[in-house]
């Protein structure tokens, strides 16, 4: 069993929907990171969080650290918001990275 | 101020051969990481630098894998020689502290296909 899980693993979208990606982890973390990955490739970093919530234009991202577990909303989705989703969290007292297998996230128009 | 960069941003080589990829970090930032997507998998880690001095290289998959960073600036990843199963995509990071709370700036990656 991974030790950083995310759900689901595909998502299908209408344009405008409001959508939920889940991340659940095992080990002990500071805080948690979710990552966007085009289709192109590249990774972009969308939040570093520890705590409470944080928005960016229509991105929500909240972690509850006591639960384990961190959620990334997309409000109002749009066809360009089609990536994978990436949560990824550094081991406790270290700099490694562990990451999800990701969520494959596409919006139709 | 420019990200990381890495180039190339695709080779396709065949088995046996050599390939090297290049990772440039922010300027400034100490801390290089370097990691590999395979198909179907997830994003793992690799190597850590600290400047030029290989802090953690216990990711690196076998010693046909070969990372330096020469002078804590940019940083190569060599393999040599290649097989199939090193196809994947090789990201870079960096950051300037590295603590675990320390926001690392990934690389767009190099995606690497072996035939």
């Known amino acids: 069993k991974n030790e950083v899980e995310q759900s689901p693993q595909n998502l299908t979208a209408q344009e405008g929907e409001f959508i939920t990606i889940n991340c659940s982890y095992s080990v002990g973390i500071s805080a948690l990171h979710w990552l966007q990955q085009h289709p192109g490739g590249g990774i972009v970093s969308l939040f570093m969080?520890?705590?409470g919530k944080k928005k960016h234009g229509r991105l929500i991202a909240t972690i509850n650290i006591q639960e384990k577990h961190s959620s990334l909303h997309i409000t109002a989705s749009h066809p360009r918001d089609s990536a994978v989703y990436i949560c990824a969290v550094p081991r406790s007292g270290t700099y490694k990275y562990i990451f999800g297998t990701g969520t494959r996230l596409k919006v139709l128009a | 101020e420019a990200g990381v960069t890495q180039f190339p941003s695709h080779s396709v080589i065949e088995k046996g051969q050599t390939v090297t990829l290049r990772c440039d970090p922010i300027?400034?930032?100490?801390?290089l990481y370097w990691y590999r997507r395979v198909m179907g998998k997830e994003i793992k880690f690799l190597l850590h630098f600290v400047k030029e001095s290989k802090q953690d290289e216990s990711g690196m998959p076998n010693n046909r894998f070969l990372a330096e960073r020469t002078g804590g600036t940019y940083s190569t990843l060599k393999v040599q020689p290649a097989e199939l199963e090193d196809s994947g995509v090789y990201f870079c990071?960096?950051?300037?502290?590295?603590?675990?709370?320390?926001?690392?700036?990934f690389g767009p990656g190099t995606r690497l296909t072996v035939l």
């Open positions: 300027s400034g930032h100490d801390n």
């Open positions: 990071a960096s950051s300037p502290r590295g603590p675990s709370t320390d926001t690392q700036y």
């Open positions: 969080l520890s705590s």
